[in-house]
């Protein structure tokens, strides 16, 4: 059986959301209570994260065209960055956990920033595309998730400069903006979705048939 480019995409999108959610509640656990569960979420959640956006990038690309337009590259290649920015996220967070504190907030901090540039890189894609119903809020989707990572990656430098209780305050808000930028991909992609799926089978407005372009019947 062959799973549709849709299908990957939109649960793509859903368990992004689903890592950004465990990995705000584990951020919420450590700046509160500074324990290890709430680490090994984050580490988790990131490593979620990035396999969202890996099957987000592998449903896009099933779904492209002949004429592969300016849009759906930038954001391929978004969903492949934001992928290797959650991994490296998780990364980092392993090597603080197992003592390397330092070396670990520094990479963490890296994979912040390429998280962060690959949402710009998607919502620059969202920008290009033709005006529609899912358009605005693509944009604004992942603009959230960018502006999330980028709050977090200035959170982990203050973190590295000694300035824990800031930088960790800082880290929580980025996380939350970053799951309110995934919920609102969850309503763009399904519009998207929807809107491929009608494209594909365009219904009759004054009937039930269905009309394709390689069958041409009618019933009078």
Not at 168 to 178: C, Y
Request: avoid cysteine.
């Amino acid at each position: 059986m062959t799973i549709r480019g849709e299908d990957i995409l939109i649960s793509g999108t859903w368990i992004l959301f689903v890592g950004s959610l465990i990995d705000t509640i584990g951020q919420t656990q450590q700046t509160f209570t500074k324990s290890n569960l709430g680490k090994e979420l984050i580490i988790k959640g990131n490593g979620i994260e990035a396999l969202g956006n890996s099957l987000q990038a592998i449903g896009r690309s099933k779904l492209l065209t002949s004429e592969m337009e300016l849009s759906q590259l930038y954001t391929i290649f978004g969903n492949w960055l934001e992928a290797s920015g959650n991994t490296t996220n998780s990364v980092g967070v392993s090597l603080d956990m197992n003592g390397a504190e330092d070396e670990g907030i520094k990479i963490d901090t890296l994979g912040s920033g390429v998280q962060g540039l690959g949402a710009a890189f998607e919502a620059v894609g969202a920008f290009l595309e033709e005006d529609s119903s899912y358009r605005t809020l693509a944009i604004t989707g992942n603009s959230f998730v960018s502006l999330g990572a980028f709050i977090e990656a200035i959170g982990n430098i203050y973190v590295i400069n000694e300035k824990d209780v800031i930088g960790e305050q800082i880290l929580l808000v980025g996380s939350w903006i970053q799951v309110i930028g995934a919920f609102i991909l969850i309503n763009a992609i399904s519009l998207e979705v929807e809107h491929m799926k009608h494209e594909e089978n365009p219904k009759n407005e004054n009937s039930d048939v269905y009309l394709y372009s390689h069958d041409h019947y009618s019933f009078h």
